[in-house]
C-alpha cells in the first residue's frame, strides 16, 4: 500500500507541476466570468445560466486534463519505454498502474472542487446558493472524468497517443449517447409512431434484431453511461437529487473505473516492455 500511495502521490505532483491545472482553473474563471456577461441575454435565467456553463465548463476542461495527462502522457512514456525508469524499482506493474489511476483521480478531484468553488463565489452576488442540487452536479462531473480516466489509462495501454486520444474522445461522447441509443434499439414495435422518414424507418427496423442489435447492445453494456452520474439539469432546475440514484450512480461509476483499471493491469502486465 506504502508503494501505490508513493506512486499516487508522484503522479499527483507531477501532474501539478506541469501548470495544467492551472492554466484550466485559469480558464475557467474567465469562462465563467464570460457567462456572466453573456447571461445579460437570458434575463431572470441568470443562475440557471451560469450553473449550467459551469457545470459544463468543469467537465470540458477536466476532459482536456485527462485526455493531455492520462491518454497522451502515459501512452507516450510506455511507447517510448521511459516507464521502465520508474518499473526498475522494486514495484509491480500493477502498483504502477493503479497509483497513477489514483493520482490521476487526486488531480480531477482537486479540479472539480476547485472550479466548484469559483462557481460558488461567482452565483452568490447573483443570487445563486450552494445547495445539495450543485454539490450533487459537481459530485457526478467528478465521477465522469473519473470513468474517463480509467478509459484513457486502458486506452494508452492499447495504442498510440494519437489513437488513444481518439478513443477516449469517442468513448466520452458515446458514454453520453448510450441511454438514447439504448432506447432506440429497444423501441420494437414501436418505430412507426416515431414517424421517421422510410429511409430512416428501414435503417431502424435493421437493429431490432439480429447482429446489428446485439452489437448495439453489447456496446451498450461496456461503454460508461454517463446519464447515471449525469446531474446537470437538476442543479440548473434547482431539483433536488432522489439519494437512492446518487448512490446508484456512485457505486456504478467506481465499480466501471475498477473494472477498467483492472484491464489495464491485465494487459499491462503481459506487455513487453523491451
Known amino acids: 500500500m506504502k508503494v501505490i500511495s508513493a506512486i499516487a502521490t508522484h503522479s499527483f505532483r507531477e501532474i501539478l507541476g506541469t501548470r495544467i491545472l492551472y492554466s484550466i482553473i485559469a480558464y475557467a474563471a474567465l469562462v465563467m466570468l464570460f457567462a456572466i456577461l453573456a447571461s445579460q441575454w437570458t434575463i431572470g435565467e441568470e443562475v440557471r445560466f451560469i450553473t449550467d456553463m459551469g457545470l459544463g465548463a468543469m467537465l470540458f476542461l477536466g476532459l482536456v486534463l485527462v485526455i493531455t495527462r492520462g491518454a497522451v502522457t502515459l501512452s507516450r512514456e510506455i511507447e517510448k519505454k521511459t516507464v521502465l525508469v520508474m518499473l526498475a524499482r522494486p514495484i509491480h506493474r500493477w502498483q504502477f498502474v493503479v497509483g497513477n489511476f489514483l493520482g490521476m483521480g487526486l488531480v480531477l478531484l482537486l479540479l472539480v472542487f476547485s472550479l466548484l468553488l ?4 461567482i452565483l452568490l452576488p447573483m443570487g445563486g446558493a450552494v445547495s445539495w442540487p450543485l454539490l450533487g452536479a459537481a459530485w457526478g462531473v467528478f465521477l465522469e472524468l473519473l470513468m ?6 486502458l486506452a494508452s495501454n492499447l495504442s498510440s497517443p494519437v489513437l488513444a486520444t481518439l478513443i477516449t474522445l469517442l468513448v466520452f461522447l458515446a458514454g453520453h449517447m448510450a441511454s438514447n441509443l439504448h432506447v432506440w434499439i429497444s423501441q420494437a414495435g414501436d418505430l412507426k409512431d416515431l414517424h421517421l422518414p422510410e429511409s430512416m424507418l428501414q435503417v431502424a427496423q435493421a437493429y431490432q ?5 446485439w452489437f448495439l447492445q453489447a456496446a451498450y453494456y461496456l461503454l460508461p453511461n454517463m446519464a447515471h452520474v449525469n446531474f446537470k439539469m437538476n442543479a440548473a432546475d434547482a431539483i433536488s437529487i432522489p439519494g437512492a440514484r446518487l448512490v446508484a450512480g456512485t457505486v456504478y461509476a467506481f465499480v466501471y473505473s475498477i473494472i477498467a483499471t483492472w484491464i489495464s493491469i491485465a494487459i499491462f502486465g503481459r ?4
Open 118 to 121: 469559483v462557481l460558488v463565489l
Open 209 to 213: 434484431s439480429g447482429p446489428a442489435h
Open 271 to 274: 506487455r513487453d516492455m523491451r
Open 148 to 153: 474517463i480516466s480509467a478509459v484513457a489509462l
